[in-house]
């Protein structure tokens, strides 16, 4: 049975990003990620890095160059609408560099190609996690192929569905209330004019009590769109979410006297619709220490994603904790323990703002919840 110092459960930002602080600071680390090959889907859209998180781990890191040569410029403009199209706020980007946006899948080629060879195992999926008995701290960890390997610290990068949790915690997400519907447009200046017109050149929120529109102007030319819809969780059970055009027709009805143009954002989608449904940890979610184990990112505190929150937290988990191990030396609890110790009040306090702001952008009277936040602290925007 082959014998990892360190093993990190999931490929995805936070855990390449705990693997690339670790490297540059002489440390290695082996992923295990459950996709086939980095090729193996599209990972999503625009990404807000914060000053005072994500972009504090991507120099971590030692990356910041790299990270802002594929920024795209003006993408931190905001626009707010209610259903008929009317702009009720406009915020053009300033160019102050507070939450530039890159696009995710390339912040996640940025990761992967400073890692050495051999670092991510692809293919690799994790069904089962155990201690090691009579040797503290280690665990053992199977593999869907059957494999098998041990570590004496074992990282839980997962997501919300975290195979590793279990070991700390038996916490499990519980649905927001909220389901996203995901869809693209293509090429959106040529094909697509009007959708393009109305959401600008970044960010637009078009909102009306139980429903919300998301979509972001994407640095390839599309636009990037989250439907969202307060309903109950079963819902999913009574559509067949594989018949495109069915799926499209039901989500227009609910959008009957909306904008036109913020309509075909789902209408004229390129493609098929991806459903999400929002799911949370409890506020405040922790756990007393496990030797030889720790979580980050969404494996240790997955939110509902209106606090701008999820990735920046993840890979700053990822910086922090790494900078932990590096800290203690030959000492894994100390590193875990300080790691923790800082890691909670923060995640705590991300959660709450986003369960909040849920509240807010789905309010019988929204959009007015969000313009009045923007009012107060209009550097937020």
């Given at each position: 049975?082959?014998?990892?110092?360190?093993?990190?459960?999931?490929?995805?930002?936070?855990?390449?990003?705990?693997?690339?602080?670790?490297?540059?600071?002489?440390?290695?680390?082996?992923?295990f990620e459950n996709e086939p090959n980095?090729?193996?889907?599209?990972?999503?859209?625009?990404?807000?890095?914060?000053?005072?998180?994500?972009?504090?781990?991507?120099?971590?890191?030692?990356?910041?160059?790299?990270?802002?040569?594929?920024?795209?410029?003006?993408?931190?403009?905001?626009r707010i609408a209610d259903r008929t199209g009317t702009v009720?706020?406009?915020?053009?980007?300033?160019?102050?560099?507070?939450?530039?946006?890159?696009?995710?899948?390339l912040l996640?080629?940025?990761?992967?190609?400073?890692?050495?060879?051999?670092?991510?195992?692809?293919?690799?999926?994790?069904?089962?996690?155990?201690?090691v008995?009579?040797?503290?701290?280690?665990?053992?960890?199977?593999?869907?192929?059957?494999?098998?390997?041990?570590?004496?610290?074992?990282?839980?990068?997962?997501?919300?569905?975290?195979?590793?949790?279990?070991?700390?915690?038996a916490a499990l997400p519980a649905y927001s209330g909220i389901s996203f519907i995901e869809a693209d447009l293509r090429d959106a200046l040529?094909?697509?004019?009007?959708?393009?017109?109305?959401?600008?050149?970044?960010?637009?929120?078009?909102?009306?009590?139980?429903?919300?529109?998301?979509?972001?102007?994407?640095?390839?030319?599309?636009?990037?769109t989250y439907l969202g819809y307060r309903i109950d969780e079963d819902w999913v059970n009574r559509v067949d979410l594989a018949d495109t055009t069915a799926l499209k027709a039901l989500l227009l009805d609910l959008m009957g006297g909306w904008d036109d143009a913020i309509r075909g954002l789902i209408g004229n989608a390129d493609g098929q619709l991806t459903v999400r449904p929002i799911n949370a940890l409890p506020v405040g979610h922790s756990w007393d220490r496990v030797p030889g184990v720790t979580l980050l990112g969404d494996a240790a505190h997955v939110m509902s994603p209106f606090g701008g929150e999820g990735a920046n937290l993840a890979i700053y988990d990822a910086s922090q904790l790494a900078l932990a191990i590096v800290a203690h030396p030959g000492d894994v609890?100390?590193?875990?323990?300080?790691?923790?110790?800082?890691?909670?009040?923060?995640a705590t306090e991300s959660a709450a703002g986003s369960a909040a702001n849920l509240e807010l952008i789905f309010a019988p009277d929204a959009p007015q919840g969000l313009l009045g936040m923007f009012a107060q602290a209009p550097e937020a925007a």
């Open positions: 049975m082959k014998h990892y110092p360190i093993a990190i459960i999931g490929g995805g930002l936070g855990g390449l990003t705990a693997a690339r602080v670790l490297h540059v600071n002489g440390i290695e680390a082996k992923i980095r090729q193996a889907r599209t990972q999503g859209g625009m990404l807000d890095i914060h000053a005072d998180s994500g972009q504090l781990a991507i120099r971590a890191a030692e990356l910041y160059d790299e990270f802002l040569a594929g920024v795209t410029p003006g993408a931190e403009a905001l009720l706020l406009e915020a053009p980007d300033d160019g102050e560099m507070e939450r530039p946006e890159i696009d995710r899948g996640r080629n940025l990761l992967l190609d400073s890692l050495p060879d051999g670092t991510v195992n692809w293919g690799s999926r994790a069904t089962a996690v155990h201690p008995a009579g040797h503290p701290g280690r665990h053992e960890v199977e593999l869907a192929d059957g494999t098998r390997f041990t570590t004496d610290l074992l990282i839980g990068a997962d997501g919300a569905w975290s195979h590793v949790r279990p070991l700390v915690s040529s094909k697509h004019p009007a959708e393009a017109a109305i959401v600008g050149d970044g960010l637009l929120f078009a909102l009306d009590g139980d429903i919300g529109v998301i979509a972001h102007h994407e640095g390839d030319g599309s636009l990037h609890e100390a590193a875990l323990g300080a790691y923790e110790a800082e890691m909670f009040p923060r």
